[in-house]
């Protein structure tokens, strides 16, 4: 068998390949560092671009800001509760682009003023729902609960509910709908 | 192998020496080394020796690459070019990697046909190494079958006509051919389906062969053992052997590191394009296949009508017969190739013949209007790699969610009315999305200030001019209207709902109906000669079937439709001649013989001109062609 006789060529009877065997130590390290650098580069060539390519999504810029429509300003009378609302937004899913529907609660903040919150609660991310009975928000997930104008009261949640930037124009209430951070005490907006 | 054989070893210095001596104990892995980097080479290292290596390089360089760009593909008919386009253009490094990936294939393809020759002429397939070989030659073909699954799967004009002509191919085989072809598209047209196949044919099925065939081609070459230089002894090798390793090694990495230098230098350098996306209604599109499927392309050119099985089956596939069993065929011992002449000659004159195809279909592609088309298309793909990324628009339906329910403006309704009616979508697209004669017009109202927007289409620069795009003269409230329009493509508004939606043939066929129906009281006015000359028409020239005894090629069709372009006729009279505000040509076309043609293109008759006709200004030659694509022109759908 080829086989055989190749292997017997090589463990016995190669003097090329014994004497090519012994190669000095400093040479052997030579040609392992060369094929390293070689290895090396190639790694550097292919893997920086890799590298930038996959953590793209995870740097990339979020949608811009812009204005949902929520209703009309007159529609929120001055002495309900926090009226549930659902906007459109358009978000950018990678390389599509949807219309999403986000739940936002409209109520008065201390001034009286119209204020528009998110539903997200800031503790893990559960949608809060408002219960009229008790006059006040409570997450179904938690146990966080939240006054009107959407200020702490208890529970684990680390901050009040979010207030979204908001603004009344031409007779429309609009609001700029943001994810937020969450479970940090401080409002930290995403994207 | 096994763990009492070894001596106990003393214990090394060193944490990492320590470590490493715990593994080897458990894994062999320092045997392991030995054998694969100590494999005997009759008669030494050697520069040729390197291609197999550097295959093997190639190939995990297209599984990483490969890999990497699945992370952001999606292999559907509806979102594939788009996930593509946002690889290409929006994620960092991503047009380096689809580059690289890209290329790889065609450096695939070198590198295959280089350790194929080396192989060859040492006729290293020789002395008991037949399923070597054989494992080699599947892997060639597995290889090819990576180049055309992988081309379909950006899912962009070329891809999609150059897999139309492919699967087409296939269908040629006897029996089973049409079988073949619908097996493959996952039916009878190209569509959603025949991506699933392909990208599952690329990812999965062909490259997990190539890794059962590279372990098979791999573990019989260490069986048989290398072949060594064309004057060794296949079975009995008698020269001195030097062991694979460190100067068999050093060699193939200095040759990996030239590919991978080529690679990204090409990849960086000439990124490759992504065209627009497959549109199958198409009719101009000149499709054309990765350069090493040319010589294919040009042979396929040769074969016509029942002889095509010829040309398709019979001349490859003893081809692809007589390099599978060139072990079986080729069975002496001697293996310098001047002593072997016959097989030496027979590969000699395959790989000429192929070159020779593949230089002659360069050549036929660098004549007249197919050079004009090719580079048409290559200037849309590069506008289209150029242009700023769009993202894909979910269905209609939801769209519609995030505007108001009501009902289009009635600005925005006349703005469509003339959108259509000025035959801007003729080129620009029915909805403004963009065709391949002119780019999409979504979102140009946020690009451009008003008083910009209005000022370029009154007066179109230099590159738009190039395009063919005329200057729009319309009204100041015309233009208003329009502009609102071009305000709310890409959005469902430009949908008009149910009730004021008109399909665009209607519109079309409207206009025409109010300004010049082709009728045949009416066209006898408009074909008519000029007033004046003595020649009127006979009505029997109406049925007069087309005089087509006149240069009909091919070419002089192509030639005559870029004129048709480049005059800006389907300014008017719609993108291939179907009508828009000016009539349709085929069924006017139909009615008149050359010569009445020819006449009223050089004279428009008084109606004509008060439509708006120009007199065809062309040299006799150039009304030649335009004629014979006139000729051509398919009847609009009723």
Same mark, same amino acid.
């Given at each position: ?191 | ?410 600005? +925005? !309704? @006349? #703005?469509?009315?003339? &959108?259509?009616? $000025? /035959? *801007? ?6 909805? %403004?999305? =963009? ?121 002089? +069709? !192509? @030639? #005559?439709?870029?004129? &048709?372009?480049? $005059? /800006? *006729? ?6 291939? %001649?179907? =009508? ?59």
């Amino acid at each position: 068998m080829a086989h055989d006789e190749n292997k017997n060529r090589f463990s016995e009877g190669c003097a090329g390949c014994a004497a090519r065997e012994v190669v000095d130590v400093g040479k052997r390290s030579f040609i392992g560092a060369a094929l390293g650098a070689g290895s090396m580069l190639i790694g550097a060539i292919v893997g920086a671009p890799l590298f930038r390519f996959v953590l793209y999504p995870v740097y990339a810029k979020g949608t811009t800001e812009q204005w949902s429509n929520v209703g009309d300003a007159s529609e929120f009378g001055k002495s309900d509760g926090p009226v549930s609302k659902t906007v459109s937004l358009v978000q950018r899913d990678g390389w599509r682009e949807v219309v999403s529907d986000q739940s936002v609660y409209v109520s008065r903040d201390q001034n009286g003023q119209l204020q528009v919150m998110s539903a997200i609660c800031p503790h893990l991310g559960c949608s809060v729902a408002w219960q009229a009975s008790q006059g006040k928000f409570v997450c179904p997930c938690h146990g966080g609960q939240f006054r009107p104008d959407g200020t702490h009261i208890s529970g684990p949640p680390p901050r009040g509910l979010d207030i979204l930037k908001a603004q009344v124009k031409d007779g429309k209430l609009q609001v700029q709908f943001k994810y937020f951070r969450s479970n940090v005490p401080d409002q930290e907006s995403l994207g | 192998m096994s763990n009492e054989s070894n001596e106990p070893m003393p214990a090394r210095k060193g944490i990492a020496n320590r470590m490493f001596d715990w593994f080897d104990e458990r894994t062999g892995v320092k045997e392991l080394m030995h054998t694969v980097l100590h494999e005997p080479i009759p008669g030494g290292a050697r520069l040729a020796y390197v291609f197999g290596s550097g295959l093997l390089f190639i190939f995990l360089l297209q599984v990483v690459t490969g890999v990497s760009l699945a992370l952001y593909y999606t292999p559907t008919a509806e979102t594939a070019h788009t996930s593509v386009a946002y690889i290409t253009k929006q994620v960092a490094g991503g047009a380096f990697l689809r580059s690289l990936h890209s290329y790889g294939s065609s450096a695939m393809i070198v590198v295959l046909g280089l350790h194929f020759l080396q192989t060859f002429l040492y006729g290293s397939y020789k002395g008991r190494r037949e399923l070597l070989w054989i494992s080699g030659a599947l892997l060639s073909f597995l290889v090819l079958g990576m180049g055309f699954t992988g081309y379909l799967l950006p899912w962009d004009q070329k891809a999609y006509f150059a897999t139309a002509v492919g699967t087409n191919v296939a269908g040629e085989m006897p029996l089973i051919g049409n079988l073949l072809t619908r097996l493959m598209r996952g039916g009878d047209t190209i569509g959603t389906l025949t991506v699933s196949r392909f990208y599952v044919a690329h990812v999965f099925l062909i490259p997990c062969s190539i890794v059962l065939f590279i372990c098979a081609h791999i573990f019989l070459f260490r069986k048989a053992g290398p072949a060594g230089p064309a004057n060794e002894d296949p079975i009995h090798p008698k020269l001195a052997p030097e062991p694979f390793y460190p100067r068999q090694v050093l060699f193939d990495m200095g040759f990996v590191l030239l590919i991978m230098a080529a690679l990204a230098g090409l990849a960086y350098l000439r990124p490759v394009t992504l065209g627009p996306i497959a549109n199958p209604a198409d009719t101009h599109f000149l499709p054309r296949p990765e350069w090493y499927y040319l010589p294919m392309f040009e042979w396929l050119k040769f074969w016509e009508g029942s002889k095509v099985v010829i040309g398709i089956v019979v001349v490859p596939g003893l081809l692809a017969m007589a390099f599978f069993l060139m072990p079986f065929l080729d069975r002496r011992l001697e293996r310098m190739p001047w002593r072997r002449p016959i097989p030496a000659l027979a590969v000699a004159l395959v790989v000429l013949g192929m070159v020779f195809l593949g230089v002659k279909s360069q050549l036929d592609d660098k004549q007249g209007s197919i050079a004009e088309q090719l580079a048409l298309q290559a200037d849309q793909e590069k506008a289209y790699t150029a242009a700023p990324f769009q993202p894909y628009v979910e269905s209609k339906d939801v769209v519609a969610v995030a505007l108001p329910a009501g009902p289009v403006s009635p600005l +925005v !309704a @006349a #703005g469509r009315g003339i &959108f259509n009616q $000025r /035959g *801007c979508s003729g080129c620009h697209g029915a909805l %403004g999305t =963009g065709t391949t004669l002119a780019p999409s017009l979504v979102g140009v109202t946020a690009k451009f200030e008003h008083e910009q927007l209005v000022a370029l289409l009154r007066n179109p620069s230099p590159r738009m001019r190039a395009g063919h795009m005329p200057s729009v003269d319309a009204s100041p409230d015309d233009m208003s209207a329009l502009l609102a329009y071009l305000g709310v493509l890409g959005t469902s508004a430009a949908n008009l709902p149910e009730e004021h939606h008109v399909p665009l043939e209607r519109i079309r066929l409207g206009v025409s109906r109010v300004r010049i129906t082709p009728q045949k009281s009416d066209f006898v006015a408009v074909a008519g000669p000029a007033a004046g000359s003595s020649n009127s028409l006979p009505t029997s020239v109406a049925v007069t079937p087309p005089d087509t005894k006149g240069s009909n090629t091919i070419e002089s +069709v !192509a @030639a #005559g439709q870029k004129l &048709f372009l480049k $005059r /800006g *006729c389907f300014t008017c009279h719609g993108r291939g %001649g179907v =009508g828009g505000a000016a009539p349709a040509l085929a069924p006017l076309v139909a009615q008149l013989s050359d010569s009445q043609l020819r006449e009223v293109l050089e004279k428009p008759t008084a109606k004509m001109k008060e439509g708006g006709m120009p007199p065809v200004e062309v040299t006799s030659e150039e009304l030649e062609m335009l004629l014979s694509y006139l000729r051509t022109l398919p009847a609009p759908r009723q």
